[in-house]
T-cell receptor, first 114, second 108 residues
Framework: KAGVTQTPRYLIKTRGQQVTLSCSPI?????VSWYQQTPGQGLQFLFE???????NKGNFPGRFSGRQFSNSRSEMNVSTLELGDSALYLC?????????????FGPGTRLTVT | KNEVEQSPQNLTAQEGEFITINCSYS?????LHWLQQHPGGGIVSLFM???GKKKHGRLIATINIQEKHSSLHITASHPRDSAVYIC??????????FGTGTSLTVIP
């Protein structure tokens, strides 16, 4: 089975722009979660989608949004980029949901905001 | 306030040593995960625990729900075990809370 894929792997954007990141889960997985990792804050939970519905959301401003398609692929969008949004963005998929189910992580998208 | 505390933050060991990484948490949880992150960013899920003990090869993870504490043990450590180990709990507010990670270096 193919693993979780994320595109693009690297991205450089300018402050004020917006960005869309994509995540394709393992075939058969219906849950996709997104995480932000920075040197200062470590890993933080952004949100989780299950069957095209946002099920849980972390403590991030509304500039961070996401969606999930009927084939379980997910996108996250960050609008009005700030320098502090520079981070590694990871997605993970699982068969059912977060928490009590094993998470399979993608390689991440490294976003640099200048 | 950190919901998840890990110790130690950094650990250097000689090849073959027995290693223990500790995780304490302050929220109610339904599951605890141990993750491994190698340089370059890729994260692998090592264990998911809700009670007791699990073992995969040289890795052992335990959890004590009453004491809100988990440990990850590596027996006969090897340089390829060098990585950052992250404790994550899923609980209050249906969210994941992450520890800051333990950076392990195993010297040949």
């Amino acid at each position: 089975k193919a693993g979780v894929t994320q595109t693009p792997r690297y991205l450089i954007k300018t402050r004020g722009q917006q960005v869309t990141l994509s995540c394709s889960p393992i075939s058969g997985h219906r849950s996709v979660s997104w995480y932000q990792q920075t040197p200062g804050q470590g890993l933080q939970f952004l949100f989780e989608y299950f069957s095209e519905t946002q099920r849980n959301k972390g403590n991030f401003p509304g500039r961070f949004s996401g969606r999930q398609f009927s084939n379980s692929r997910s996108e996250m969008n960050v609008s009005t980029l700030e320098l502090g949004d520079s981070a590694l963005y990871l997605c993970a998929s699982s068969t059912a949901g977060t928490g009590g189910w094993e998470q399979y992580f993608g390689p991440g998208t490294r976003l640099t905001v200048t | 306030k950190n919901e998840v505390e890990q110790s130690p933050q950094n650990l250097t060991a000689q090849e073959g040593e027995f290693i223990t990484i500790n995780c304490s948490y302050s929220v109610g949880i339904s599951a605890l995960h141990w993750l491994q992150q190698h340089p370059g960013g890729g994260i692998v899920s090592l264990f998911m625990l809700s009670s007791g003990k699990k073992k995969h090869g040289r890795l052992i993870a335990t959890i004590n729900i009453q004491e809100k504490h988990s440990s990850l043990h590596i027996t006969a450590s090897h340089p390829r075990d060098s990585a950052v180990y992250i404790c994550a709990v899923y609980g209050y507010g249906n969210q994941f809370y992450f520890g800051t990670g333990t950076s392990l270096t195993v010297i040949p």
